[in-house]
């Protein structure tokens, strides 16, 4: 059975004002009881699904002769006008609240950049005062390795050697620190000369060959024979595959493997560091690159050092006009790659 169709109700200004029977009862144009009146007539009508199932109550009070149309119009108009300064009175207190807010936030803003430069230039200040000491430190290191203050006892050479390992470790650990506030303050320069890429694979690989051992990790050199060359920064892209390739060799297990590849196509050579170590999550893969961040984990807290290297790594790499490329899959492993151009002469 179909149901019976009803007549939209019309459209009138009173649907803009909510609670109107309240303001005409304030305003005096009607009383209380006729007011109640109405509503329970409005009530009765949407119970019944009347033809006035949706009547407005100013429509009803009118109906009821308790209130004439012009009355009713003018008490409309006056609560729309009500009602449209009421939204611009929360507009422009809105506005303003934006105002405030946008200020504290420039303001809390340029504090944090005051902190960072505070922090940098610290950073720097206590790098330098460290470094001089522990020149001192790895010097009369040398002269005991050396042998000018006399001979040593096993003993004695294996504490001397130990210590060694350790300024040897403070002293990479104060010149990643010296780089980051270099990086920090705009200062990264770039010394480029065409080298060769194996060299530099080959040269990181003996450099870290010790950890390696010391962890029971194995080193592979996956390298292209006739590689062409590249115009970089030596040292800075030595100090980049060291320190991938100490990263890699901390986070594998022992047994594990790290292999160090060199590659190229047309235009391009590619550096690539790859392990079967812990991996990262993708979602976390970008936090890597945060200075003075490390993952959660207790091989990452285990293995030590400022959470900048790769920070450092990223920015000298990006210097060179190139990006570094990070793939990885938790549990089994991570691969980190970078490339750069074939010099023309050399194609």
Not at 161 to 180: C, G, N, V
Not at 208 to 215: F, H, P, Y
């Amino acid at each position: 059975m179909n149901q019976e169709t009803r007549p939209a109700p019309s459209i009138t200004p009173e649907i803009l004002t909510p609670r109107l029977g309240d303001y005409l009862v304030e305003k005096g144009l009607i009383s209380s009881d006729q007011l109640a009146e109405a509503l329970t007539i409005q009530k009765n009508q949407k119970e019944t699904g009347g033809v006035s199932e949706k009547a407005l109550i100013g429509e009803i009070l009118v109906s009821l002769h308790y209130l004439d149309k012009q009355s009713l119009d003018r008490a409309v108009t006056e609560m729309i006008v009500r009602l449209k300064m009421a939204l611009e009175k929360s507009n422009a207190l809105l506005e303003e609240r934006v105002k405030e807010r946008t200020q504290e936030l420039e303001y809390a803003l340029e504090k944090i950049k005051l902190l960072n430069a505070h922090k940098a230039e610290f950073v720097a200040n206590i790098s330098h005062e460290l470094r001089t000491p522990l020149t001192h430190i790895m010097g009369y290191n040398y002269l005991l390795l050396d042998g000018s203050f006399g001979h040593l006892s096993e003993e004695q050479l294996d504490a001397v050697i130990s210590m060694k390992s350790a300024t040897d470790r403070l002293e990479l650990l104060i010149t990643d620190l010296i780089s980051f506030t270099e990086i920090e303050h705009g200062k990264l320069q770039l010394n480029t000369r065409p080298v060769n890429p194996n060299d530099i694979c080959e040269q990181a690989i003996k450099n870290n060959q010790d950890l390696a051992n010391q962890k029971k990790v194995h080193i592979i050199l996956q390298k292209k024979e006739d590689i062409s060359p590249v115009l970089v920064d030596q040292e800075k892209i030595m100090w980049v595959m060291n320190h991938l390739l100490d990263n890699a060799i901390k986070f594998t297990a022992p047994d594990g493997y790290v292999l160090v590849k060199t590659s190229q196509n047309m235009n391009q050579v590619f550096f690539c560091v790859s392990d079967t170590g812990i991996g990262i999550p993708k979602e976390r893969i970008s936090e890597i690159f945060e200075p003075f961040h490390q993952l959660d984990g207790s091989m990452t807290r285990n293995a030590g050092g400022t959470g900048i290297g790769l920070t450092i790594a990223k920015e000298i790499i990006e210097a060179h006009q190139s990006e570094i490329k990070v793939y990885s899959q938790p549990g089994k492993g991570t691969e980190i790659r970078f490339a750069f151009p074939i010099l023309k002469e050399a194609v």
